[in-house]
């Protein structure tokens, strides 16, 4: 009751008059814009769903009735299964060795890191197109070396999909896993060691325990993020492996089925918004990235 | 101990092994299509048998390569504008304001970041249909400012977030109007924030491909959809020179960023 | 009959059912060092910010010469303010810190290159025209800060807990500062802080806040030798609260006893007339005198029990337990006779005089 009235006492209570509806008119442009532009479009897609071509849930009893389209759902929760799982195994250790690393080696890392997230995402795909393909580096590295003897099929399937989503999502759970080990005591470690716990249980009962809520947060980031991707699975993946996002685009422009396509998308809406709830509700709000 | 470095022992190697492999991973294949946009081989055999500028000659002889390139930096340059812009006003309602619902408006602001583009590519895609926005410089600015005003007011509220409003009270103590001490002080001190805003806003736009496809004409796309086009094509070196200079204008923005950080520290 | 400096009348401000500060009355000298003394959350600060013109009072007006201040906005009161947090401008050097106000008012570059000169000789930091703020320490930056806010000859400077982000060391160092500063340029200072020794050290007069009201204003001594109530009492100086049993009250001056102790006459008594009834006698540790035997009559007529001896420096402080339960602390000078040989456990026996202790009622 006391510092409430004292303004020494808050930072940033101290406020002139007209102040709030001011405040309020301020972020009136940005809110109009996302209403106008995000919000309604959103909605009246999604509207689209149960109102064509027929009034009523036609287009979801069809969706979720198929095989067809089950296998899309299919893929594409396994493939970002996949990816969110290898990017874990990956990036825990890098994330790992960044935090502790002398800075000069890590700030190379970072550098390459920040390339590699803001290099035109087409670019990096194109890139593993090129490698992937029949007669591309990686294929011919492994003919040369005579583990193989007919070309692997890596592209225009779900396993090249999978490594260049992987590519792609290293540094969103790398960077975020780096900051959660960052802000670890090293004593706590030493504590551990100083009570007899060996290398392997002070990883398996302290370390990984303590950096568990940034790989799970991590994580959930990633997997949200590769449900709802478009262009990588587009072009690594081929037409016979598509996965949910392509499956939306490919109703509104190819088949212009636009109550499939809403609905299409109010499941990978309703996947995504309640993983990003899950992950709200277990670690507070984070940032989250995506194209 | 397995938070220092120096006495990981054997662990150390292996940590070191496991990242280098990752750096390797992320910055080869960028390299690698660096090194075949100078190649000779129309099939893009590595190693090249020689080297060659020819594909960069096509892709500045072709006036639709450098007329993508010219709209993607028009509507990144608008977007970018805009976005600070707007972001700017509203971080300052988000973080000043003490009015009911301050902070699900921040969410709302926030969630284009969040949910899949391709969801509002179609939704919007749909919208323009019906008001003629689709296939126009305006369509595509208002789609990626959707999606670039987030990481704006990311960036600006938490910057203003970190400003001590004592020193705009101060400069209006001074003798300042409120206005004129927001534009010398607030602003000054709050220039990394608009500046990463800028930054952040401008690739955005510039490297957005999903919404692009969607709003694109035959005679008004973006670099991306140019490369997304010719990609479904074929594998053309074209798209290495243009993907080398695309790499070459992120560095430069990254650096940019980088001194001009620097630069605000000192 | 001239018209006093600054005036604050009835000044009230609430936060919808929450009221900061109610019927705040204050006249100010010019040239006057006021300083608004009170625990956090006592509304000095408010007072200021009202003064400031970043919160307009609910009720209540702010007259300085005789004319009213509330409708003029912030940057046209023409008033300098030190806040408690560090406020220089970061991205301009000192020099230009102290020339901003200048330049807003559009004085000439001649007259502003001597200007900050001037105050920075007057703050002694010649030569650090060209640091940016964040080269400087903390008590550095605040010596701008208040040549800034004096760059324009402000009549008033307000000055927001200004050192309580510093260390002690330092925070002493500057307070001589600020009161060579006041006495060189005679400017009005209000000086809002928490501590009482810096307010006893700086100022010409204390008003003491609590709870949104004003209990007292006057000099240090008249604070300190006649609190007007328990709180200013309690906030002022040290002291130590007995409970005693009133036995008349009579043109200011008590009657009392403690516990079954002697009757004690003549202590300056505040406060409602509660003959018969029970009421809080105030000691001064300092003006305590300590005896190992009772000797002599009414004087020394509290016995204690001593609970703990420290040694600080120039003093020795001994903390006692009355009979009737309550704490009770002794200042002696360091080597006084009486402290020699005293231990934990030692009966002692308290004296004071009858016009160092105050009585306040209800």
Known sequence: MATLTDPSGIAGTVKPRIVRQYNFAQTMPALVLILVFFVLPVFALLLRSVLEPQPGFGNYAELLGSTTYLKIFLNTFVVSALVTAVSLAIGFPVAWALAIMPSRLSSVVFAILLLSMWTNLLTRTYAWMVLLQRTGVINKSLMGLGLIDEPLPLVNNLVGVTIGMTYIMLPFIILPLYGVIRRIDPAILQAAALCGATRWQALTRILIPLAAPGMVSGALMVFVMSLGYFVTPALLGGTANMMLAELIAQFVQSLVNWGMGGAAALVLLVVTLTLYALQLRLFGPARMGGR | ?266 | MTEPFLQIRGLRKDYGIVTAVSDVNITVERGEFMTFLGPSGSGKSTTLYILAGFENPTAGDILLNGESLISTPSHKRNIGMVFQRYTLFPHLSVGENIAFPLKVRRWGKAAIDAKVKQMLGLVRLEGFEDRKPAQMSGGQQQRVALARALAYDPPVLLMDEPLSALDKKLREEIQHEIRRIHQETEVTILYVTHDQEEALRLSDRIAVFSKGVIDQIGTGPELYANPSNRFVASFIGDSDFVTCKIISMRDGRAALSIGSGPVIHGVPVHGKNVEGGMAALMLRPERLSLSRAAVGEGAFGLSAKVTDITFLGSNIHVAALAPSGETLSVRLPFGHEAAAGLSRGDTIFLGFDPESAHVFCG
């Open chain 2, 1 to 266: 101990m397995l938070l220092n470095f120096e006495r990981l022992g054997a662990w150390k190697w292996i940590l070191l092994v496991i990242t280098g492999l990752t750096a390797a991973f992320l910055i080869l294949p960028i390299l690698f299509i660096a090194a075949l946009s100078f190649g000779s081989s129309q099939w893009l055999i590595f190693p090249p048998p020689s080297w060659t500028l020819q594909w960069y000659t096509a892709f500045f002889a072709d006036p639709r390569w450098l007329e993508a390139a010219w709209t993607s930096f028009r509507i990144a340059v608008m977007v970018t504008v805009l976005s600070v812009l707007i972001g700017l006003v509203a971080s300052f309602g988000l973080v000043r304001g003490r009015f009911i619902g301050k902070e699900a408006l921040r969410a709302l602001f926030l969630t284009p970041m969040i949910l899949p583009v391709v969801v509002l590519a179609v939704a919007l895609y749909a919208f323009f249909l019906r008001i003629g926005l689709n296939g126009t410089t305006t369509g595509f600015v208002i789609a990626h400012l959707v999606v670039a005003l987030p990481f704006s007011i990311l960036s600006i509220t938490n910057a203003l977030e970190g400003f001590e409003k004592s020193i705009e009270d101060a400069a209006v103590l001074c003798g300042a109007h409120p206005l004129e001490a927001k534009i010398r002080v607030t602003l000054p001190a709050i220039s990394h924030g608009l500046f990463s805003a800028a930054i952040f806003s401008f690739l955005t736009s510039w490297d957005e491909v999903v919404l692009a496809i969607f709003m694109a004409s035959p005679t008004l796309q973006t670099l991306p959809v140019k490369i997304w086009t010719t990609l479904r094509q074929d594998l053309t070196p074209v798209i290495a020179a243009a993907s080398t200079l695309l790499v070459i204008v992120t560095i430069a923005l990254m650096l940019l960023a980088a001194l001009v950080r620097k630069g605000l520290k000192s």
